[in-house]
């Protein structure tokens, strides 16, 4: 177990425990790989992970874009989903993908 302090509103501390193996448990269980495609009028359709900033890699096709995420999630071993974007901007599918076996 480790122990991790907590401010109060005084500004006195205490020291709380915490069980680390059931917090990494919780989070292994909620964690899931989220994939968004993307159609940029200038270079063609890109894919990039959810909460990243940088595009993974930009696509000529929506197809081969869609094709890459999945590629992508079975090989991380994570359960995920892709978000596809119209050309308009629009959520057009969103399609879920298991992990690789």
Do not use: C
Not at 87 to 94: D, E, L, Q, V, Y
């Amino acid at each position: 177990m480790a122990d991790e302090e907590k401010v109060l509103e005084d500004g006195a501390t205490i020291e709380v425990a915490v069980d680390e193996s059931q917090k990494t448990e919780k989070a292994k269980a909620k964690v899931k790989q989220v994939r968004y495609i993307f159609k940029d009028p200038e270079k063609g359709w890109f894919e990039k992970e959810r909460d990243n900033v940088r595009v993974t890699k930009y696509y000529r096709t929506q197809k081969e874009a869609i094709d890459a995420a999945k590629i992508h999630i079975k090989n991380s071993g994570l359960p995920g989903s892709i978000v596809i974007q119209s050309k308009k901007g629009k959520i057009r599918a969103n399609a879920k993908v298991a992990k690789k076996k």
